[in-house]
T-cell receptor, first 113, second 111 residues
Framework: GAGVSQTPSNKVTEKGKYVELRCDPI?????LYWYRQSLGQGPEFLIY????????DSGLPNDRFFAVRPEGSVSTLKIQRTERGDSAVYLC???????????FGQGTRLTVV | SQKIEQNSEALNIQEGKTATLTCNYT??????LQWYRQDPGRGPVFLLL???NEKEKRKERLKVTFDTTLKQSLFHITASQPADSATYLC??????????WGAGTKLIIKP
C-alpha cells in the first residue's frame, strides 16, 4: 500500500488478556518504530527496528511488552496480561532509514476494560 | 531530566494572520528537531526537519527557526487558513537519534 497500515484500528480487551497489534510499513522502509500516545500527550517511544532486529527497545515499559519483525517488513507488537494502564493509541511509523522522515499509521486504539 | 515544553493551551488565530508556536527544551543538545501535524484520530504527519547547524528552514507557508543557545524552536504558519487547524508536535532527536516528543499545541484558525 501507499502508506503505513495498522490493524486493528480499535481493540477492546479484558484485563489480563493477550493482544497483538500489527503494522504494515511502507514497502522498502528499513526503519520501523512503535510509539504509544495517551490523550493530550505526545507519542512515547517504545521500540525501534532496523531491518529484522530491534536496534533499540529501551522504551518498552516492562517485560509484558514484546515486538517482532521477523522478515524486516511487517511488525507485531505483543502485550501480555494487559492492564487498564495499557489503554492508549499505539502508533507505528516507518522510515527509509535512521534519521529520516517518519511516516505514521493511523494507530490502533487499545482499550483494556 | 530531559524535558520538552510546548504551550499546553490552545492557540486561537484569525484567518490570514501568522500563527507562531513554541517548542522549548532543557538538558538536550539535539542533532535535529522535527515538527509534525496531527489531526484527531490520525497519526502525526511530518512537516519540517531542522538540524542543529541550521538557523531557519522554510517550506511554502511554513517556517521553522532553531536557536540552540535559547534551546528553542519556533514554528510559523503565514497566511493561516482554517484547514491549518490541528495539533502541532515538536520532536527532538536524542543522543541515540530517537525522537523525544512534546505534548503538542492545538492551533485553531478562525474564519
Amino acid at each position: 500500500g501507499a502508506g503505513v497500515s495498522q490493524t486493528p484500528s480499535n481493540k477492546v480487551t479484558e484485563k489480563g488478556k493477550y493482544v497483538e497489534l500489527r503494522c504494515d510499513p511502507i514497502s522498502g522502509h528499513t526503519a520501523l518504530y512503535w510509539y504509544r500516545q495517551s490523550l493530550g500527550q505526545g507519542p512515547e517511544f517504545l521500540i525501534y527496528f532496523q531491518g529484522t532486529g530491534a536496534a533499540d527497545d529501551s522504551g518498552l515499559p516492562n517485560d509484558r511488552f514484546f515486538a517482532v519483525r521477523p522478515e524486516g517488513s511487517v511488525s507485531t507488537l505483543k502485550i501480555q496480561r494487559t492492564e487498564r494502564g495499557d489503554s492508549a493509541v499505539y502508533l507505528c511509523a516507518s522510515a527509509r532509514g535512521e534519521n529520516t522522515e517518519a511516516f505514521f499509521g493511523q494507530g490502533t486504539r487499545l482499550t483494556v476494560v | 531530566s530531559q524535558k520538552i515544553e510546548q504551550n499546553s493551551e490552545a492557540l486561537n488565530i484569525q484567518e490570514g494572520k501568522t500563527a507562531t508556536l513554541t517548542c522549548n527544551y532543557t538538558n538536550y543538545s539535539p542533532a535535529y528537531l522535527q515538527w509534525y501535524r496531527q489531526d484527531p484520530g490520525r497519526g502525526p504527519v511530518f512537516l519540517l526537519l531542522i538540524r542543529e547547524n541550521e538557523k531557519e528552514k522554510r517550506k511554502e507557508r511554513l517556517k521553522v527557526t532553531f536557536d540552540t543557545t535559547l534551546k528553542q524552536s519556533l514554528f510559523h504558519i503565514t497566511a493561516s487558513q482554517p484547514a491549518d487547524s490541528a495539533t502541532y508536535l515538536c520532536a527532538l532527536a536524542d543522543s541515540n537519534y530517537q525522537l523525544i516528543w512534546g505534548a503538542g499545541t492545538k492551533l485553531i484558525i478562525k474564519p
